[in-house]
């Protein structure tokens, strides 16, 4: 059986990392900003809400610009180094 396991290749799943953390965590990350900003108005430091927004709403662009630039880097190193045919 050992022979078995190290015969088969090992690869992990990233799509269904992905996928798991965006349909799964990334909400609940988001509702507890979203619940931290609301009682951060309440107590009237509408300010730091608008912040501290500003501030998630980057991180967020900044997170999709880097996938973006993978899916992207990963097209070119393939049209660049493929096996001419």
Do not use: C, H, W, Y
Not at 4 to 17: K, L, P, S, W, Y
Not at 19 to 25: A, N, P, V, Y
Not at 31 to 38: K, T
Request: proline share 1%; glycine share 10%; no cysteine.
């Amino acid at each position: 059986m050992a022979e078995q396991v190290q015969a088969q290749d090992a690869e992990i799943n990233t799509q269904g990392i992905i996928s798991f953390f965006l349909s799964r965590i990334a909400p609940i990350l988001l509702a507890i900003l979203g619940l931290i900003f609301i009682a951060r108005a309440n107590k009237g430091e509408v300010s730091r809400v608008l912040t501290s927004s500003t501030i998630a709403i980057l991180g967020i662009a900044f997170i999709a610009g880097a996938v973006v630039l993978v899916a992207v880097g990963g097209g070119l190193v393939d049209v660049l180094f493929s096996e001419g045919e």
